[in-house]
């Protein structure tokens, strides 16, 4: 009998190219800037009564940020989500067929989200919207969606691509 498969082991990450240490030291820096964020904001609330409000910009488009670079470590490891339901129990080259039809929608639904991001990003910098609390260029916020989609696009290709080669099963 097969053991069972623990999620909270430990599982080594597939070899890439591109090493997923980049992904990695991006979503660490994100959520260290958000830990540090929430920490200022309250501390400064509890010792002066003053609230830090406006930095919920920068939290939010960093939780933004920590999705996608959390989507895109999955998308590599393959680790993203799946319906056993459907797929558990079929012979191995079912289960083959329907990896790679969810690695193509991946890329298909991330490719639509970077092109219309891409220009929404475009509008927001045409028509100089500005960030509601700061005033600060709204596309300085909205430009890693795209940018990061890309990013998850590569990631699943080179998924894909490792896969139909016989390697991540």
Not at 96 to 104: D, K, N, P, S
């Amino acid at each position: 009998m097969a053991a069972e498969f623990d999620p909270t082991a430990p599982q080594e990450d597939p070899p890439t190219r591109v090493p997923l240490a980049l992904e990695k030291a991006l979503l660490a820096a994100c959520m260290a800037a958000i830990a540090l964020i929430t920490f200022a904001n309250v501390v400064t609330r509890y010792t002066t009564n003053i609230s830090l409000a406006f930095t919920e910009e920068y939290s939010v488009a960093l939780m933004v940020a920590v999705a996608f670079l959390g989507t895109a470590l999955a998308t590599a490891a393959g680790r993203h989500i799946r319906i056993g339901y459907f797929v558990d129990g079929r012979r191995p080259a079912v289960r083959r067929g329907f990896e790679v039809f969810a690695l193509l929608l991946v890329i298909l639904c991330f490719g639509l989200i970077a092109w219309k991001g891409g220009w929404l990003v475009w509008d927001e910098y045409d028509f100089e919207v500005l960030s509601p609390g700061l005033g600060h260029p709204q596309w300085l916020y909205t430009v890693w969606m795209p940018l990061l989609c890309l990013l998850i696009i590569g990631r699943a290709a080179g998924r894909l691509i490792r896969f139909l080669r016989g390697g991540d099963a």
